[in-house]
């Protein structure tokens, strides 16, 4: 640049090993390839490089270099340079030369009739006059590429029915998966800008109907199912726990209370609070199945204990069915709380 304008543009595409760089790596071999090719303009003036990458400026004044760095300061320190930073959002002009090439190249691909956004914006309401502005020049954070309208990175889109398309297909296309609001704006502002997205953005989300019959937060409502009517003694349990009773002299602190849903008969077992599912099985195995056998089914309540790994396999092994009550809905395992 000169005089704060721009004279020449150069771009190179990475390939091979450089996609391997680290980022400072990749600063450095751009700023090493931008000075190869000006060098006829550079090598005997003195001039300055403005870089959006903080730690070039601390170039010269680095203690230890491996052998591609001290190849490239070799060659960068025989020009007479000085390096400012600029942060990356006041360096919008020179930022966007890197993205915008590749986000019009894709739009013009799977967009028929997108090159005729070019003609809209002369009279367009929300950026016509910003258009007319940017016609020699940056005009704040606006400035114009190949007849397109850009703010920072981001293409300008005026009104037309591409926005709500762009919105749908960041909301519901290809790999998007029905996000909400803020996600849909999330992505679609990152490459476009429009006054009040995202109040369009909210206003098509809102009337997805994928969106309104896969997430309601209305529960289906019906009727509770009942259990199966026991036809023999001892083939369906409930099983339920009564604690913070006193300690006992043997230590303990509460009891495992087995009830047969056909003959009501209960088995009141003594056991500590703090039990696992391990001790739990002992028990039943000890005081219940040792009298009367391996039940069909076992009704409880959703205690960490009924609903471990261990328990779930222990029963399954052995062809007992596991009927869990519903949640704050202790009337399911009416049998075993009356004994309480």
């Given at each position: 640049m000169q005089d704060s304008k721009p004279l020449a543009y150069f771009s190179e595409k990475l390939g091979g090993a450089h996609l391997n760089y680290s980022t400072y790596d990749k600063e450095l071999y751009a700023l090493v390839r931008a000075l190869e090719v000006w060098q006829h303009y550079l090598l005997r003036k003195e001039f300055v490089i403005h870089t959006d990458h903080e730690s070039l400026?601390?170039?010269?004044?680095?203690?230890?270099?491996?052998?591609?760095?001290?190849?490239?300061?070799?060659?960068?320190?025989?020009?007479?340079?000085?390096?400012?930073?600029?942060?990356?959002?006041?360096n919008i002009v020179a930022d966007a030369l890197s993205r915008r090439y590749t986000l019009l190249s894709t739009l013009h691909t799977k967009l028929l009739g997108f090159e005729y956004l070019k003609d809209l914006y002369a009279t367009d309401s929300d950026f016509a006059s910003i258009y007319d502005a940017c016609e020699h020049g940056a005009f704040h954070k606006f400035y114009k590429h190949d007849g397109y309208l850009f703010q920072n990175n981001r293409l300008c889109l005026p009104k037309c029915s591409m926005r709500e398309l762009l919105v749908r297909e960041a909301h519901s296309g290809g790999l998007m998966g029905h996000f909400g609001v803020t996600k849909t704006y999330d992505v679609l502002h990152?490459?476009?800008?429009?006054p009040n997205m995202r109040k369009l953005v909210e206003k098509i989300c809102s009337t997805c109907i994928t969106c309104k019959q896969d997430k309601s937060t209305v529960m289906p409502h019906g009727l509770y199912t009942p259990l199966p009517v026991p036809s023999s003694p001892w083939t369906d349990i409930s099983i339920d726990f009564v604690i913070g009773l006193p300690i006992t002299k043997h230590g303990r602190d509460s009891i495992f209370v087995v009830v047969d849903r056909f003959s009501k008969m209960a088995h009141f077992i003594p056991c500590h609070k703090t039990d696992d599912a391990t001790h739990v099985a002992d028990l039943f195995f000890r005081e219940v199945v040792r009298l009367h056998g391996i039940p069909r089914t076992i009704v409880s309540d959703r205690d960490a204990k009924f609903l471990s790994h261990f328990w779930k396999v222990l029963w399954g092994k052995l062809g007992t069915k596991l009927l869990y009550s519903t949640t704050c809905h202790p009337q399911t395992d009416g049998r075993a709380n009356p004994a309480h």
């Open positions: 400026k601390h170039l010269k004044g680095q203690g230890k270099l491996n052998k591609r760095h001290a190849r490239w300061v070799e060659f960068i320190e025989s020009f007479p340079y000085g390096i400012r930073y600029k942060k990356g959002k006041d990152e490459h476009f800008y429009w």
